[in-house]
């Protein structure tokens, strides 16, 4: 996999010299959470699991744990999702 | 978000609920193919509901086949759904149509007539002209020309010089401008009496009898020009007058309306006291204002703080209550309060200044009750001493002024 580390080292040092904005360089999911309340995330690859107390989301690389309470989804289009209720912690795996 | 829902409302959306091993690859797998879900909750039992719009309903149910899960649809809302709903609710929708199509009969016609602009022509006069020209409470409004009653008005009315009628919605308003006539002259046998005393200065008759002359002293209700001619008389021509002889009348005596011009000159007294050190508490034009409710005896304070910085202060308190019906209050007040904010003073004078401002006071006091179109001729003050010496100075201003004084008064002859 060297040759992967080496691809994504070269392709972060360009995004930064040229100020490209990580989730369309990068291929980096946009998270925008709303105090505790909201979980908004751009560029996903899917939902991996829900229930009322976890939501796992698959991203470019690994995945966004969102742990909580009363979760619902409120959105979900082809790279759009929104998680709504007491959010506890967020987590990557 | 609102947009995303509006459309889903106009297109029709249902809440169906999933069952099977991995709802979440269902959801996936939809989320991939551009089928928007949302509002996805789990539900007790491993299921997940979640709304859909309609036309994805059917795509949704191969890709539930290929993941292996099952689906339910719970119900059915948007405006697809209404529509059919109403479509089996024959009678709803009548009543509706009927509603609305009474509410459009209702607004076509003239439920309220306001008449504008008129002050000596009643409101039921013009209104009862509107009527014989076909306008009036409750005839429809297609039948009502505003052309021709604006012209019966003008004809009709000869008080009226020009009238507009107008239809907005459900009420109709006639405006109206009035001529002004020349005021009738009053042809009663009328007195002139002084309304208030004072010296004769000019008697200036123009019908009537004068009884009082220049330098006279009236008292107000004293009759200055009589409405009484007497009549004139006159012994015959080149005979000595004889007594127990009666002259020969010439004309005889007559009543008119006593006309003329009496001016006299008026006394006003005014009367202003200033005290050399003043103390006192005044408004210094601070003001605090509290808005709260009440309820029930219990004050809640929505505005304004909850202590009155003032030491001193007067208090203004507007309370606003919600109309009562029949025997039902609401106990609920709002209630507005001022506190203006008072402070001692003390002003000492110097007894020249003192004098100066109580002459002003009294001054103005006096022209305060002078009637008006009155000319000043003289004014003059003078200090009331009362004998001991106190904090006050007293002024009284006197102001001498030439007017009118004569007011017409009816008689019975």
Not at chain 1, 17 to 39: H, S
Not at chain 1, 54 to 80: C, F, T
Not at chain 2, 100 to 108: A, F, N, Q, R
Not at chain 2, 149 to 167: D, F, S
């Amino acid at each position: 996999m060297a040759w992967q580390d080496v691809k994504k080292k070269v392709k972060r040092q360009i995004s930064e010299i040229l100020e490209i904005p990580g989730d369309v360089a990068l291929d980096l999911p946009k998270i925008i959470l709303f105090g505790n309340i909201q979980f908004y995330i751009e560029n996903h690859r899917g939902i991996l699991e829900y229930s009322p107390e976890r939501v796992r989301v698959s991203v470019g690389e690994g995945e966004v744990l969102v742990e909580g309470e009363n979760l619902i989804l409120r959105n979900i289009l082809p790279d759009e999702l929104c998680v709504e209720g007491r959010i506890f912690s967020l987590r990557f795996d | 978000m609102f947009l995303f829902k509006l459309i889903s409302f106009l297109l029709g959306y249902v809440t169906i609920l999933v069952t099977g091993d991995a709802p979440e690859k269902l959801i996936n797998m939809a989320a991939s193919r551009g089928i928007s879900l949302w509002d996805v909750t789990r539900t007790g039992d491993g299921g997940i509901r979640l709304k859909v719009r309609v036309n994805a309903v059917k795509p949704l149910r191969h890709m539930a086949r290929r993941t292996r899960c099952r689906f339910r649809i719970c119900s059915r809302e948007g405006l697809p759904f209404y529509f059919a709903r109403l479509r089996r609710r024959k009678a709803l929708a009548l009543g509706a149509v009927f509603c609305v199509g009474v509410l459009y009969l209702l607004t076509s016609f003239v439920w309220f007539i306001e008449v504008r602009g008129n002050e000596q022509l009643s409101s039921a006069e013009l209104l009862e002209v509107a009527a014989e020209a076909g306008l009036a409470r409750g005839v429809p409004k297609w039948r009502v020309e505003t052309g021709v009653v604006e012209a019966k008005i003008i004809e009709r009315l000869p008080l009226v010089a020009w009238t507009g009628v107008y239809i907005k919605g459900t009420k109709v308003i006639i405006e109206v401008a009035e001529r002004t006539l020349p005021v009738e002259e009053d042809q009663q046998p009328a007195h002139i009496v002084a309304g208030k005393a004072g010296l004769i200065k000019e008697v200036l008759v123009v019908s009537g009898h004068p009884v009082v002359k220049e330098g006279d002293t009236v008292v107000p209700g004293q009759v200055l020009i009589s409405g009484v001619i007497p009549a004139v008389e006159e012994t015959a021509p080149g005979t000595e007058p004889e007594s127990g002889q009666k002259p020969r009348e010439i004309k005889p005596a007559a009543y008119v309306h006593a006309r003329g011009i009496v001016r006299a000159r008026v006394w006003y007294e005014g009367y202003g006291e200033v005290p050399i050190i003043e103390e006192g508490r005044r408004l210094t034009g601070n003001t605090e204002t509290r808005t709260s409710i009440k309820f029930e005896g219990k004050e809640i304070i929505l505005s304004g703080s909850k202590n009155i910085p003032f030491e001193y202060y007067e208090v203004d308190t507007l309370v606003k209550s919600l109309p009562s019906w029949r025997n039902l209050t609401i106990p609920v007040e709002l209630i507005t309060t001022k506190y203006h904010e008072l402070a001692d003073y003390r002003i000492e004078r110097s007894p020249e200044e003192a004098r100066r401002l109580a002459e002003e006071r009294a001054l103005q006091k006096a022209l305060a009750s002078l009637s008006p179109n009155t000319r000043v001729e003289k004014q003059w003050v003078e200090e009331v001493q009362t004998g001991n010496v106190e904090n006050l100075v007293r002024v009284k201003a006197i102001i001498e002024a030439v007017e009118d004084i004569g007011t017409d008064k009816h008689f019975k002859p």
